[in-house]
């Protein structure tokens, strides 16, 4: 089956036409989103109206489908392995508005996440960003990607314990830190066999064998690189829109400006490999 796809920005993103995920698809569908997927890393479907389950039956075709390893949201009470992005003036949601990849704090960091906007706060409010991370590495120097080919990073979920345990909004808390895990620093994306930056400001927290100090500065004159604004997309949420991306070769940002206004989004992820 061949897909009708318009391109959403020159740097990364398609969105998908005359695909409604909450019927039965056939398989060659399904391939043809897959197929779509590792080449846009981004993808978009409009108006779309999915339950939990059907959700993650969608996401299960890509991974096994993986609650958050920390608990860090409130899963629905049909299908735990969603998790209930909820925003309102009486429960306001914790902050996401920093770039990184999702979880790569993990072992085994997620493949992909699924994100279905069920309730938005209003037209431009709410956006996520999205940088595409082959195309970071693929513009630096031969010097330099020989360089970072070599190193390896260290990955930790303390800015996020440190988040969730905060109490000025509605996170589940996380009782400790766990120990950091050793990424390289580029991967080779197991599908499509491309190499990719996989670093990011806010779980990697040093090179192996570099300082604190030295690691940071690299950290963030690569993110520089990765956010440039020819290498983004940025998605205004409508509401049913389901926005999946691969979180092996994209990082993300979510705009935080809607303060106390409604915003409602459903959350699954798909389990990934050991980064090689």
């Known amino acids: 089956m061949k897909l009708k796809l318009n391109p959403l920005c020159s740097a990364l993103g398609a969105e998908v036409h005359g695909v409604d995920l909450s019927e039965n698809y056939e398989s060659s569908t399904m391939s043809a989103i897959k197929k779509a997927f590792h080449e846009n890393i981004v993808l978009l479907f409009r108006k779309q109206s999915l339950t939990p389950a059907k959700q993650v039956e969608f996401t299960s075709f890509f991974g096994a489908v993986e609650t958050h390893p920390l608990g860090s949201r409130v899963g629905a009470e049909s299908q735990p392995e969603i998790l209930v992005l909820e925003n309102c003036a009486d429960t306001p949601a914790p902050r996401n508005d920093f770039w990184h990849s999702d979880i790569s704090f993990a072992e085994c960091p997620p493949l992909g996440s699924v994100l279905h906007a069920l309730e938005v706060p209003g037209e431009g409010l709410g956006d996520t960003l999205f940088c595409n991370m082959y195309k970071v590495f693929e513009d630096l120097s031969p010097g330099l990607q020989k360089t970072l080919e070599g190193l390896r990073a260290l990955h930790s979920a303390e800015a996020l314990v440190l988040r969730n345990n905060d109490n000025d909004n509605n996170a589940k808390p996380i009782d400790s830190v ?28 040093s090179f192996e064998g570099w300082t604190s100090e030295e690691s940071r500065l690299l950290i963030d004159w690569l993110t520089q690189l990765a956010t440039r604004q020819k290498n983004i997309y940025r998605h205004h949420w409508r509401q049913g829109d389901l926005l999946m991306w691969d979180n092996r070769c994209a990082m993300h940002y979510a705009v935080y400006d809607y303060g106390s206004k409604s915003r409602l989004f459903h ?10």
């Open 178 to 205: 766990p120990d950091m895990v050793s990424h390289p620093v580029v991967l080779t994306h197991p599908e499509t066999g491309r190499k990719a930056l996989y670093v990011n400001p806010y779980f990697t927290e």
């Open 267 to 276: 959350r699954s992820t798909a389990a990934g490999d050991r980064p090689v």
